[in-house]
T-cell receptor, first 113, second 114 residues
Framework: SQELEQSPQSLIVQEGKNLTINCTSS?????LYWYKQKYGEGLIFLMM?????EEKSHEKITAKLDEKKQQSSLHITASQPSHAGIYLCGVGTSGGGADGLTFGKGTHLIIQP | DGGITQSPKYLFRKEGQNVTLSCEQNLNHDAMYWYRQDPGQGLRLIYY???????QKGDIAEGYSVSREKKESFPLTVTSAQKNPTAFYLC?????????????FGSGTQLSVL
């Protein structure tokens, strides 16, 4: 199965600062999904990227997929307390069947006031 | 509102006991999934079902069982054979569309051993 490595594992950022989270795979990413999780809650879908070089934005969060489709980054501009939580990247199978996503271990984001 | 409902939110298991976690969805999704989340380990797939009356093992199926008798429901039983059941369990569903695997998640069940 495809493994995803997320970095950093945890991140403490002062409110108002920008930050970047990375997700790397040794294999081509056929559909890269970003989710956010509040502690003790379910995952909330943020964005999905499929094409090399693709970039999507939602409010102050921007996600990019590199041209080789092996790395994705999530960038938050002017961080706010509401951005705190766990960010997870997930990848679908190359066959595109509905057999679940494989997730990275997550990045824990703490926003300091 | 459509969504996925997991119950209970918290569950305690005694030694040798089987417990069942409920997952219901009203999104009319074909596929449903169970994940286990442990601190520092991310999400791991336990079982999934692409259609009613059919399901497949995920990466860590040992000690668990599932059923899919109705499209809306996908209960997970944690059996006494699962020696380390304490974890956060997440249920998810998706439309079975090729190359589109966006998952919708429930709010999770925290299972602890007494």
């Amino acid at each position: 199965s495809q493994e995803l490595e997320q970095s950093p594992q945890s991140l403490i950022v002062q409110e108002g600062k920008n930050l970047t989270i990375n997700c790397t795979s040794s294999k081509t990413l056929y559909g890269l999904y970003w989710y956010k999780q509040k502690y003790g809650e379910g995952l909330i879908f943020l964005m999905m990227l499929q094409k090399g070089g693709e970039e999507k934005s939602h409010e102050k969060i921007t996600a990019k997929l590199d041209e080789k489709k092996q790395q994705s980054s999530l960038h938050i501009t002017a961080s706010q307390p509401s951005h705190a939580g766990i960010y997870l990247c997930g990848v679908g199978t190359s066959g595109g069947g509905a057999d679940g996503l494989t997730f990275g271990k997550g990045t824990h984001l703490i926003i300091q006031p | 509102d459509g969504g996925i409902t997991q119950s209970p939110k918290y569950l305690f298991r005694k030694e040798g006991q089987n417990v069942t976690l409920s997952c219901e969805q009203n999104l009319n999704h074909d596929a449903m999934y169970w994940y286990r989340q442990d601190p520092g380990q991310g999400l791991r797939l336990i079982y999934y079902s692409q259609i009613v009356n059919d399901f497949q093992k995920g990466d860590i199926a040992e000690g668990y069982s599932v059923s899919r008798e109705k499209k809306e429901s996908f209960p997970l039983t944690v059996t006494s054979a699962q020696k380390n059941p304490t974890a956060f369990y997440l249920c998810a569903s998706s439309l079975h569309i090729r190359r589109e695997e966006k998952l919708f998640f429930g709010s999770g069940t925290q299972l602890s051993v007494l």
